[in-house]
């Protein structure tokens, strides 16, 4: 998180990073055409989290469909895509956030936006991709 007095919590920069890439994914647009668009702060999480995944979309993606049975992440709901992806960014390349909080807060946040079905589906893909790249953590 940054060190400005206007900084947000780690929760609300997950939930200004999900409004970003739900935006993107629906729009069409860019990560960098939403952020700028919306005036985001470049030294806020929700910021780096979002042109993270944008980054590394296809790595991500391919990540969930081979651990989604019988789902592809083409399929799945927009939120839940931009959850998911949030998670898997922060599992493969976030070492600093422990598994626990990163599966929870996905979670959280899939409970807040999404279906009752969600919640527990993203949970299930999230345990999974933290055991084969984070194996010894939480």
Known sequence: MSGSPLSLSRREDREAALSF??????SGDTIDE???RRFADPDEYGTTLALGVAETLDELDERVDAVADEWTIARMAGIDRAILRMGVWELLHNANVPVSA????AVALAEQYSTEKSAPFINGILVKIAGQVRPSDD
């Open 34 to 36: 939403v952020t700028q």
């Open 102 to 105: 990163v599966v929870s807060e």
């Open 21 to 26: 890439l739900y935006e993107a994914d629906m």
